[in-house]
């Protein structure tokens, strides 16, 4: 019997953070050996997260034929993915200063928290393994899983509930509850650009970006929120001013996407498929067994582990 994608999504998420969560209590310097600590933490993402999600997709069998939105970037999504990449920078650093404000030494602990806690920063050449290692690659496995497998499994539930409930699972699967505002939204705005642009590659490259100017920049974000000057209320400013502009060039640039599709007679990948007798989608959603076991996981790794 089938395993409705409800129930099938958070269970993968299930499997993937039991494996991330181990994997955050291994010394790299011990078992990396000779080898380069970055490519044994390359070798650990790919074994906890693709894996495990190639595994999905091979017992899933042809279900994921066309499905998965593996499609090229084109010319017309570069704007999109401009905007998008715009907004999730300005959204980020906005949550962040309010987070930092909130919850400065959580919310500062929580940017070396994993695996790259555990790698030393030695030379000017770590500074391009580090954006591969935790920047780049791991915003390629997390779309192949979230934006790929999780959102198509959630697909014909609607629209809605695939874009929530993927950036749900998505904000929970990094077990750290202060930034959880800030992947949530990135979430929604990656979901939304795969709705626009059927093509999970380009917010593999908006992903890539954006984590690696998380990597080298937020640290900026905290100087100036700890000094509280008239230069936080300036960045505030001029950040939620970009917000702002960014959030309606983007939203008008993807309905623009959508009209075009819509004159193409192309199918929405988030199109929902109606059946008789189905309850209401966001309820199957969360009131799944998966769904709530993922979220004690969540709270049980978060805040005792």
């Not at 993927?166 to 959880?180: G, K």
Request: aromatic share 14%; glycine share 8%.
């Amino acid at each position: 019997m089938k395993i409705k994608g409800v129930h099938a999504a958070p269970a993968l998420i299930i499997i993937i953070s039991a494996l991330i969560t181990a994997a955050n209590y291994l010394d790299i310097s011990k078992i990396s050996g000779g080898f380069s600590p970055y490519l044994t933490v390359m070798a650990i993402e790919i074994a906890c997260m693709g894996l495990p999600a190639v595994f999905f997709c091979i017992l899933r069998g042809n279900e994921y034929n066309g499905r998965l939105n593996l499609k090229i970037i084109r010319v017309r999504h570069i704007s999109l993915a401009f905007y998008a990449l715009l907004l999730m920078i300005c959204a980020g650093i906005a949550l962040s200063l309010l987070m930092y404000r909130l919850f400065p030494e959580s919310f500062a602990a929580s940017a070396s928290a994993g695996l790259m806690g555990s790698v030393e920063m030695t030379g000017t050449a770590d500074t391009v393994y580090t954006a591969l290692a935790f920047g780049i690659l791991p915003a390629i496995l997390e779309e192949f899983v979230f934006r790929g497998i999780i959102l198509t499994e959630y697909t014909p539930y609607g629209a809605g509930v695939a874009v929530i409930f993927s950036s749900l699972l998505f904000a929970f699967s990094h077990f750290t509850p202060v930034r959880l505002p800030i992947y949530l939204f990135t979430g929604i705005i990656l979901a939304l650009t795969v709705g626009a642009t059927g093509s999970v590659i380009t917010t593999a490259v908006i992903h890539s970006a954006y984590n690696v100017f998380s990597l080298y920049f937020e640290k900026y974000i905290y100087k100036i929120a700890a000094k509280q000057s008239g230069g936080m209320i300036l960045l505030t400013f001029i950040v939620v001013t970009v917000l702002l502009i960014s959030a309606i060039l983007f939203f008008g640039r993807a309905e623009r996407l959508y009209r075009l599709m819509g004159e193409a007679n192309v199918p929405s990948p988030l199109r929902r498929k109606e059946k008789k007798g189905d309850p209401p989608a966001f309820l199957a959603a969360l009131l799944s067994p998966s769904f709530l076991l993922l979220l004690v996981f969540f709270f049980a790794v978060a805040f005792f582990f």
